[in-house]
């Protein structure tokens, strides 16, 4: 599976930005799907993750309540809506993918991932 994330670019706190993953290959109905991003100096971490019917969704707490994952399993895409930006949350955001097992919050677990694309929160 070939991930391509876009999406990304400045923004005032407060504002919304909607990041998409483009998936190549087959079976993507198949595939769990993840968002996660890396701060300056930071390890990467989860933001959210989204079961391969898209039944299931779960969130790290610091997005909760602010951010959307979804999927379109018909097109191979993959979004992450972001309302109520803080510059907390000024990060390269990567896609990725895990072609077996369960919704995981840990980046191990994920088999692919995207190029990432950079969103900048400004205060």
């Known amino acids: 599976v070939q991930l391509q994330a876009s999406g990304g670019g400045l923004m005032q706190a407060g504002g919304s930005l909607r990041l998409s993953c483009a998936a190549s290959g087959r079976s993507f109905s198949n595939i769990v799907m993840g968002w996660f991003r890396q701060a300056p100096g930071k390890e990467r971490e989860f933001v959210a993750t989204i079961s391969a019917t898209g039944s299931g969704t779960y969130y790290d707490d610091s997005v909760k309540g602010r951010f959307t994952i979804s999927r379109d399993n018909a097109k191979n895409m993959v979004y992450l809506q972001m309302n109520s930006l803080n510059p907390e949350d000024t990060a390269v955001y990567y896609c990725?993918?895990?072609?077996?097992?369960?919704?995981?919050?840990?980046?191990?677990?994920?088999?692919?991932w995207g190029q990432g694309t950079l969103v900048t929160v400004s205060s």
């Open positions: 990725a993918a895990r072609q077996r097992g369960w919704t995981s919050r840990v980046p191990r677990d994920y088999d692919n």
